[in-house]
């Protein structure tokens, strides 16, 4: 075992505030492609921008288009290592959650209750017109068997979004608080499968280091913040978090 893996675990003993902040890195050994890979959703599909989405019924379309291709993946993936390690940790009282960038729902499957998620969740749909909450896979089935857009089922023809963030749209302001709180007070973030350059998430890691906490990096290339880490584990993100648990 590296001697950095036996030093994060001793951080992690210690640490009185520790903070997981995760990125899509954490859910490709899920099955789950990262925005940035070859094939991956930013190079195949337009972007639809979330003022788009509001006025446009085409947008609305190609929008429902692209999530019900990306739902597949979703609907086939399970937690692994990285996740199970993580809600672990929670569960006896190591970190206090985890921050997450993904919209994949796969630290709540895996057991983790405390979990900010800053870029909301692709597995509800809500109601821009009425704030109603649905769970996804339904109105992912019937956009696939009619080819037609869902409407709200409480207020009539409300226009239904994937409770995710969309360009153009604010983060959940709540949510984004909280991150901040837990961030500032944290001694300890490891940061799993980010690269760090999405702001304003990006910038919660930033936030704790400049607050005082140990800043870990674990992820497989170069991060926005690599020059600020007290700590770069360089590879698999199950690998490193099961290997600093062994380590504990
Ligand atoms: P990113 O794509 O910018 O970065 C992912 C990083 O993880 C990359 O640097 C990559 O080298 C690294 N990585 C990938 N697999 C890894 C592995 N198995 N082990 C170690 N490192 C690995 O992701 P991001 O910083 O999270 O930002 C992209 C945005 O895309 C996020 O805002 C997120 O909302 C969204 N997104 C989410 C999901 C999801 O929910 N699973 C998937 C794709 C994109
Ligand atoms: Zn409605």
Partial sequence: MSSGIKLVALWLS????AVVFTGAGISTESGIPDFRSPGGVWTKYRTVYFDEFCRSAEARHEYWNQKTEAHTAFAAASPNIGHQTIAKW???GRVRGVITQNIDGLHQISGSKDV???????REAY?????ARFSIDPLVEHFRQTNEVPLCADCGEGRLKHATVSF????????????????QEADLVISVGSSLVVHPAAGLPEL?????AKLVIINRDE??????????????????LAAIDAAL
């Fill in 116 to 122: 900010l998620e800053l870029h909301g969740t692709a």
């Fill in 168 to 183: 153009g749209q604010m983060l959940p302001e709540k949510t984004l608080e909280r991150a901040y709180q837990w961030c």
């Fill in 223 to 240: 991060t926005g913040l690599d020059s600020m880490a007290d700590m770069l584990i360089d590879g698999s993100c199950g690998e490193a």
């Fill in 90 to 92: 929670e569960q006896s």
């Fill in 127 to 131: 109601c821009l017109d009425c704030d």
């Fill in 208 to 212: 704790a280091k400049r607050s005082g």
């Fill in 14 to 17: 210690k640490a009185k505030s």
